[in-house]
C-alpha cells in the first residue's frame, strides 16, 4: 500500500511539474468560455424569438430547445472531453517517448501498480479539468443567458446533479486517455489518433446512428454518445433528435468500460514489455 502511495505522489508530480497540463487548461477554460458564452447567446435569442426566421412578414417564432441553461452548461463535456483525453495520453506516452518508464521501473518493478497509480492520478487530474470547463460553461453561459433573461437553473438540484456527473465524465475520459497511451505508445500516432476519432469520426458516425434503429443501437455506445448520456445533456440531442440514449448510470458504465479496457490491453501488450 505504502508503494501505491509513493506511486501515486511520483504520479502527480510528473503532471504537476510541466507546463503541459496548465497550458492545456487555459485552452480549455478559453475554448468552453467562447463555446458557451457564443451559443449561449444565439440559443437564447432564438429560444425568445428575437432572430428566428420569419415569413412573409409574420413575427419571428420562437425555436424551443428545452431547458436550455443545462444545454449551454453541458459544453464542459460535450465539447471539452478531448482535452483530459489528450491529457492522459501524453502522460502515458511521454513515459515512453522521454524513457523516464526505465527509472520509474526501477524504483517499483510492480508494472501494473504503476499503471494503477497513473490511471488513479488521471481521474483525479481529469475531474480538476472538468471543474475548469464547468467554470468556464457556467460562467460564460450563465452570464449570456441571465442577459437575455433566460432562467440559469442554478438554484435546481437537477442542475448540479449533471455538473457532479460532468465531473465523473471528465475523470473517466482522462483514464480512456492514459489507457490509450498504453495501446498507442507512439505519442504523435496517439494525438492523431484521438484527435480524429473525437472531431470527425465518432461525430459522423454519431449522426448516422440515427438513420435506423440498427445503426442507433450501436451508436449509443460510442465514448461520446455513453458520455453525454451520463451526463444527461449534449448538443448533440438537439442536433440529432432521432439518436437513442443510454440512462446516465449506463452511459457512466459504458464509459468506465472503455477506460477498463483499453487498460489492460495496453498493459498486456506495451506495458509488460522490456524498456531501454
Request: glycine share 12%; aromatic share 12%; charged share 10%.
Amino acid at each position: 500500500m505504502s508503494s501505491f502511495i509513493a506511486g501515486l505522489r511520483a504520479e502527480f508530480a510528473k503532471v504537476t511539474t510541466t507546463r503541459l497540463w496548465w497550458i492545456l487548461a487555459i485552452v480549455l477554460f478559453g475554448y468552453i468560455a467562447v463555446t458557451a458564452g457564443g451559443l449561449g447567446a444565439l440559443f437564447g435569442a432564438l429560444s425568445n424569438g428575437d432572430i428566428a426566421p420569419s415569413r412573409g412578414g409574420a413575427t419571428a417564432q420562437p425555436v424551443n430547445f428545452g431547458s436550455l441553461a443545462p444545454l449551454v452548461y453541458s459544453f464542459a463535456t460535450s465539447v471539452g472531453y478531448v482535452f483530459p483525453v489528450l491529457l492522459g495520453a501524453l502522460a502515458t506516452t511521454g513515459e515512453f517517448r522521454h524513457q523516464t518508464l526505465t527509472p520509474t521501473f526501477l524504483a517499483n518493478p510492480r508494472r501494473m501498480q504503476v499503471l494503477g497509480a497513473k490511471s488513479t492520478s488521471s481521474l483525479v487530474v481529469g475531474a480538476a479539468y472538468g471543474v475548469v470547463a464547468l467554470v468556464a460553461s457556467v460562467g460564460a453561459g450563465a452570464l449570456a443567458l441571465s442577459i437575455l433573461g433566460i432562467d440559469t437553473t442554478l438554484g435546481d438540484s437537477d442542475t448540479w446533479a449533471m455538473f457532479g456527473r460532468a465531473l465523473i465524465a471528465m475523470a473517466l475520459w482522462a483514464a480512456i486517455g492514459v489507457g490509450l497511451g498504453t495501446v498507442v505508445p507512439n505519442q504523435t500516432a496517439a494525438i492523431v489518433i484521438i484527435l480524429a476519432f473525437t472531431q470527425f469520426l465518432e461525430p459522423l458516425l454519431r449522426f448516422a446512428g440515427g438513420l435506423s434503429d440498427v445503426t442507433a443501437t450501436i451508436a449509443k455506445f460510442l465514448p461520446g454518445a455513453s458520455s453525454d448520456a451520463l451526463v444527461g445533456k449534449s448538443f448533440f440531442t438537439i442536433s440529432n433528435p432521432a439518436s437513442s440514449s443510454l440512462d446516465w448510470w449506463q452511459g457512466g458504465l459504458v464509459l468506465l468500460g472503455y477506460a477498463v479496457l483499453f487498460t489492460i490491453v495496453g498493459y498486456f501488450i506495451t506495458w509488460r514489455k522490456d524498456v531501454t
